[in-house]
């Protein structure tokens, strides 16, 4: 089982971050973290690195029901979303919830990981429709 849906666009970095946050939005995802990993990287170790952005992903109706099912499931949120500048275009990468809460022996929380991976795989199969 992969852990992760993926698409590669076309699209300068910028443009392809600001796609795949507007992708989260309406799948009713909101983007509480962002991590710009190559500025990150330069500040911390002064090593280059490709365009590398984690966005941390969440839908808070989802995210309420997961924490009311599983109180420490907290831990693996929120989910992450992945752009990143490859050989070929943007690599756009999102979590799979099924494959990271396998070890969770929750069946209300299995549900919902469910639910959480439709929209995300709707994200991505939405980002490369537009590409």
Do not use: H, W
Not at 29 to 42: H, Y
Not at 82 to 100: L, N
Not at 113 to 130: H, N, P
Request: glycine letters at 6%; aromatic letters at 6%.
């Amino acid at each position: 089982m992969s852990y992760i849906f993926a698409t590669t666009l076309a699209l300068p970095f910028d443009a392809a971050v600001t796609k795949t946050i507007e992708a989260l939005q309406k799948e009713g995802f909101g983007v509480l973290t962002e991590i710009d990993v190559k500025e990150t990287l330069k500040k911390k170790i002064d090593v280059d690195f490709r365009p590398y952005r984690i966005l941390g992903a969440c839908n808070p109706t989802m995210a309420y029901r997961a924490l009311q099912s599983e109180p420490d499931i907290g831990a693996m949120l929120p989910c992450n979303v992945v752009v990143q500048e490859a050989s070929d275009g943007v690599r756009v990468s999102a979590i799979d919830p099924v494959a990271s809460m396998q070890a969770v022996t929750n069946p209300d929380l299995g549900e919902i990981a469910g639910e959480v991976r439709d929209a995300l795989r709707r994200v991505i199969q939405t980002l490369s429709a537009r590409d």
